[in-house]
């Protein structure tokens, strides 16, 4: 059973504007969300992350929102730029370190110049 | 900077064949993760290592074992590797108490 969801495996978005990545959960326990991205042949890195106390957290071009009662959360980013085209991973965490990351099975973002 | 490396990038086995999958990571971390990434069913985790000489099973451990010998270094064994196990293999570790994980460049194993 998934307990981490990305819907769409794949979105298509025009340079400079802005792209949407959406991710739902089960776990009413997860506490800790974060977002990965992924080029291929390459290892994932992390990219922005958001704690349950917060609904938003912002760096740069990316700001991760965060609807609890909805138990969704979104990736902005804005502007798109072609360098953005990658796999995006959603993980969750019910607490901090010991306990693996539930992972998404990822959104294929592919920005069009 | 954490840096999680893997001992090969790309690696082409025979059915049948036992399968060594090296990761050595330089942060001290306790935490070290194995997974496996295929398209449409994103990263499943094989196992896990919360320190030195344990294991934990994670999503789909059939098929695979692990070792871990000295703190740094997490090891995935194929122990008779078959076509289904065709795929990206990627190594991860973490501070205990934190949550991101670093991960390592991935190994591209195709078996034949």
């Known amino acids: 059973d998934q307990q981490v969801k990305q819907n769409s495996p794949s979105l298509s978005v025009q340079e400079g504007r802005i792209s949407i990545l959406n991710c739902d959960y089960t776990?009413?326990?997860?506490?800790?969300f974060l977002w990965y991205k992924k080029y291929p042949a390459e290892g994932p890195t992390f990219l922005i992350s958001?704690?349950?106390?917060?609904d938003k957290n912002e760096d740069g071009r990316f700001t991760v929102f965060l609807n609890k009662s909805a138990k969704h959360l979104s990736l902005h980013i804005v502007p798109s730029q072609p360098g953005d085209s990658a796999v995006y991973f959603c993980?969750?965490?019910?607490?901090?370190?010991?306990?693996?990351?539930?992972f998404g099975k990822g959104t294929r973002l592919s920005v069009i110049a | 900077d954490v840096k999680v490396t893997q001992s090969s990038r790309y690696l082409v086995k025979r059915t049948g064949e036992k399968v060594f999958l090296e990761c050595v990571q330089d942060?001290?971390?306790?935490?070290m993760f194995w997974y496996r990434q295929d398209p449409g069913l994103g990263l499943r985790l094989i196992y896990f290592?919360?320190?030195?000489?344990?294991?934990e099973k994670g999503d789909i451990p059939e098929g695979y074992s692990v070792s871990r010998e000295k703190k740094e270094r997490f090891s995935l064994i194929l122990e008779s590797a078959s076509t289904n196990q065709t795929s990206m293999y990627l190594c991860?570790?973490?501070?205990?108490?934190?949550?991101?994980?670093?991960f390592g460049p991935g190994t591209r194993l195709t078996v034949t």
């Open positions: 942060m001290d971390h306790e935490n």
């Open positions: 290592s919360y320190d030195v000489k344990m294991k």
């Open positions: 776990n009413s326990m997860f506490d800790y």
């Open positions: 958001i704690s349950s106390i917060k």
């Open positions: 993980a969750a965490s019910p607490f901090s370190g010991n306990t693996p990351l539930v």
């Open positions: 991860a570790s973490v501070d205990r108490g934190l949550y991101e994980q670093y």
